[in-house]
T-cell receptor, first 114, second 114 residues
Framework: KNQVEQSPQSLIILEGKNCTLQ??????????LRWYKQDTGRGPVSLTIMTFSENTKSNGRYTATLDADTKQSSLHITASQLSDSASYIC?????????????FGIGTKLQVIP | DVKVTQSSRYLVKRTGEKVFLECVQD?????MFWYRQDPGLGLRLIYFSYDVKMKEKGDIPEGYSVSREKKERFSLILESASTNQTSMYLCASSDAPGQGEEQYFGPGTRLTVT
């Protein structure tokens, strides 16, 4: 069964500090991996997508990495802001199998405090 | 700006009631989805639709049905609500045919069944 595991489950950091969130997956064959940000009381919003051939991709203060060999991805947040407080969800899609095979991680809940 | 709207943000229903959750997207997307989100379980796919009047079961379709009579509207129906259906329900839509494309989520409906 395809699995996506995220760590840590929750994290508290001081405003201005950096942090890294992890995502390990077993989905195979792999198509792509997305990171979503979900603010409290809102639906998830896509931050970035990583395909097999990509190692690093940045979106402002967010940088995602992918190691397809070890099936690991990370999301690095630089110079955190209070507005970064949210849940971050890793979603992995296989090459085939339809939407039923798209696997969501449980998410990492990040709290940025002043 | 893409938009997915859901009919209610909060809903309280009694056990045994028939419940309708409505979702509308204004992006002319082909695909629409219903998820439920529970603490410690993440997002789980209930049903999805890739065209008008077409539907496919997701991971947890039991106790639910759906209707898609128009392209922009996708309804989730709880025929006889039960307390274990208390959850956050998220609707989403997407355009491209592959399962790795970005999904645009609505704000969610928090349903409580008493």
């Amino acid at each position: 069964k395809n699995q996506v595991e995220q760590s840590p489950q929750s994290l508290i950091i001081l405003e201005g500090k950096n942090c890294t969130l992890q995502c390990n997956y077993t989905v195979s064959p792999f198509s792509n991996l997305r990171w979503y940000k979900q603010d409290t009381g809102r639906g998830p919003v896509s931050l970035t997508i990583m395909t097999f051939s990509e190692n690093t991709k940045s979106n402002g203060r967010y940088t995602a990495t992918l190691d397809a060999d070890t099936k690991q991805s990370s999301l690095h947040i630089t110079a955190s802001q209070l507005s970064d407080s949210a849940s971050y969800i890793c979603v992995v899609s296989p090459l085939s199998g339809g939407y039923q095979k798209v696997t969501f991680g449980i998410g990492t809940k990040l709290q940025v405090i002043p | 700006d893409v938009k997915v709207t859901q009919s209610s943000r909060y809903l309280v229903k009694r056990t045994g009631e028939k419940v309708f959750l409505e979702c509308v997207q204004d992006m002319d997307h082909e695909n629409m989805f219903w998820y439920r989100q529970d603490p410690g379980l993440g997002l789980r796919l209930i049903y999805f639709s890739y065209d008008v009047k077409m539907k496919e079961k997701g991971d947890i379709p039991e106790g639910y049905s759906v209707s898609r009579e128009k392209k922009e509207r996708f309804s989730l129906i709880l025929e006889s609500a039960s307390t274990n259906q208390t959850s956050m329900y998220l609707c989403a839509s997407s355009d491209a045919p592959g399962q790795g494309e970005e999904q645009y989520f609505g704000p969610g409906t928090r349903l409580t069944v008493t």
